[in-house]
């Protein structure tokens, strides 16, 4: 059998309910989808608080922020550093069925070339940046306690996260099959391997920034496991194309620059504007202000990510290209009136709970303030609405637009949260996001996406 026999293979797909079914089917995406994240919630959730109290236990609160601060380089980079290769790929999972097998795998060679040379530039890149001593002034740890530490860790955590890049690809194509809730049940083997590697730091009384390790070690491992479950899921399209890999002229790939350029914008400014408030504190505020976001940030970015996965599960119905205007509005008005509702539920909850579970955490001695709570409530209901609207406009036309939206995201909102942490502390970046994600974001892409999805019978027929 050659290489290329897979590609002729038939598509055994019958987890694909995302792109037939009618909106019935939407309810249930969404449910599946987000119930698959909220069961394995516990595990991870209980895991995370687990190394966090074991990590203050060993360093201190103040300490905790740091290690926190370096264990998270990599969040800004998550989505963008595999240069749009996974939302590309996703589509063209989704569109097997469309424009057949051949074209998966084309764009899907594509997509791991792009992955390996990302992973080597950023590599490289976090490992000349460790040899200038320059990690210490670009993060603003100066403590003379960490010496040649902050290099190090923060070296290892960015090499970490780049050898896991080509593997990422694998819950890319399971959300394009529509098997998003496989995709959020094999991420949940991040969070017990980070448990696992800090129970043995701890044991073995390791330094201080050793624990930064723990949290890439775990996203490398949940990596691995999507990209085993493709391996075994969608034999038929992926068999044969390692060797292919490394032939680009006998089997080249297909362009993905229209999905992925303007993917990478967004991608890469939502994280500049949004998660780096870490970076932004510790350059503003004390430690202990910047230990209180941590412990906050820790509990809201979870919950965050069930609203997120529910979205996700959507991809596959709007990747589609056959399919009537009418009802791509209503699924798009359905999954906003539920992400939304799910959204103020879980802020409500998130602002309750919140105290008791951050001093359990921190064996009591973090107290968040009720204004970083508050904050953090509110960019969750906004961030739920903007989910709801941004995974309808993922096809080029929509991804440029959000890309536009996401500059002016940058542009106000890294200055304005600057503006703020010295005057609300550690809810000031907060706010500013929320606010930020609000005017540039949420409702300029409402406004767009409703004009996409008004046509008129009429004009339907028409194009037809």
């Not at 075994?232 to 999905?259: E, M, N, W």
Request: charged share 10%; proline share 6%; glycine share 10%.
């Amino acid at each position: 059998m050659t290489a290329d026999a897979g590609a002729t293979q038939p598509v055994n797909d019958p987890d694909r309910s995302g792109t037939s079914g009618g909106l019935r089917s939407i309810g249930r995406l969404l449910l599946v989808s987000g119930g698959a994240r909220l069961i394995v919630l516990p595990i991870t959730g209980l895991s995370q608080l687990l190394v966090a109290r074991m990590v203050t236990s060993a360093v201190g609160v103040e300490e905790f922020g740091v290690v926190m601060l370096v264990a998270t380089l990599s969040l800004p980079l998550a989505q963008a550093a595999d240069l749009g290769a996974g939302p590309a790929v996703a589509t063209a999972r989704a569109q097997v069925d469309e424009a057949g097998p051949e074209q998966f795998r084309r764009t899907a060679l594509t997509a791991i070339r792009t992955t390996l040379g990302s992973a080597t530039v950023l590599g490289m890149a976090a490992l000349v940046l460790a040899l200038l001593n320059a990690w210490p002034t670009l993060l603003g740890v100066h403590s003379v306690q960490f010496g040649v530490g902050v290099d190090v860790a923060a070296a290892l955590t960015l090499i970490t996260f780049a050898i896991g890049l080509p593997f990422s690809l694998g819950a890319n194509i399971l959300r394009g099959s529509g098997r998003m809730h496989q995709a959020t049940l094999l991420a949940a083997v991040s969070a017990p391997v980070a448990l696992g590697v800090t129970v043995g730091l701890y044991l073995s009384h390791a330094p201080t920034l050793a624990y930064a390790l723990a949290i890439p070690i775990g996203g490398l491992a949940s990596f691995v496991a999507g990209a085993l479950a493709v391996r075994r899921s969608d034999a038929g399209l992926v068999k044969g194309l390692l060797p292919q890999l490394f032939q680009p002229r006998r089997f080249p790939g297909l362009p993905i620059f229209a999905t992925a350029a303007p993917w990478v914008v967004v991608q890469l400014g939502l994280p500049v504007a949004l998660y780096s408030d870490r970076i932004v504190l510790s350059h503003r505020v004390d430690l202990t202000s910047l230990s209180n976001y941590s412990y906050a940030a820790q509990l809201y970015l979870p919950i965050e990510s069930v609203v997120v996965v529910a979205a996700l599960a959507l991809w596959p119905h709007f990747a589609v290209q056959k399919q009537a205007t009418s009802t791509r509005r209503r699924t798009w008005l359905t999954s906003l009136t539920l992400l939304g509702a799910a959204g103020a539920i879980a802020a409500i909850g998130f602002f309750l709970l919140s105290p008791y579970v951050i001093g359990w955490m921190s064996t009591g001695a973090a107290t968040p303030p009720t204004s970083l709570l508050v904050a953090f409530a509110l960019l969750l209901v906004v961030q739920s609405l903007q989910c709801a609207q941004g995974i309808m406009l993922i096809s080029p036309e929509g991804l440029r637009f959000q890309a536009v939206c996401v500059v002016a995201l940058v542009l106000t909102n890294l200055p304005l949260s600057w503006f703020l942490a010295p005057i609300l502390g550690a809810s000031g970046p907060v706010f500013a996001s929320a606010l930020t994600v609000a005017v540039c974001q949420l409702i300029p892409g409402l406004i767009f996406a409703n004009r996409l999805t008004a046509k008129t019978a009429s004009e339907e027929l028409a194009d037809g």
